[in-house]
């Protein structure tokens, strides 16, 4: 769903603190391992291997969702498939 900005709506997301972006999403994959959370289940095995680039579990493209900054664009992409972390 694209959604076009204004100073409305960037100052309700940054108020109430809203996500939307792929690092704050449960099927986010990200390539460095040091960006993997705390639970205590995951292990070498679940890291990333070097070099590769971040990417969706599901297999959604993640260049138009990846970035959480609000303030250099005029609309913002949410992906159906979000999941907060």
Do not use: T
């Not at 705390?38 to 990417?55: I, K, N, S």
């Not at 579990?57 to 609000?70: K, N, Q």
């Amino acid at each position: 769903m694209i959604h076009q900005l204004d100073d409305r709506l960037r100052e309700e997301a940054r108020r109430y603190r809203l996500v939307f972006a792929c690092p704050d999403c449960a099927s986010f994959d990200p390539a460095e391992s040091d960006d993997r959370d705390d639970r205590d289940d995951r292990d070498d095995r679940d890291a990333a291997p070097a070099g590769r680039a971040p990417r969706c579990s599901l297999g959604y493209p993640v260049a138009p969702h990846v970035s959480r900054s609000l303030d250099d664009r005029d609309e913002v992409i949410f992906c159906k498939a979000f999941e907060l972390r």
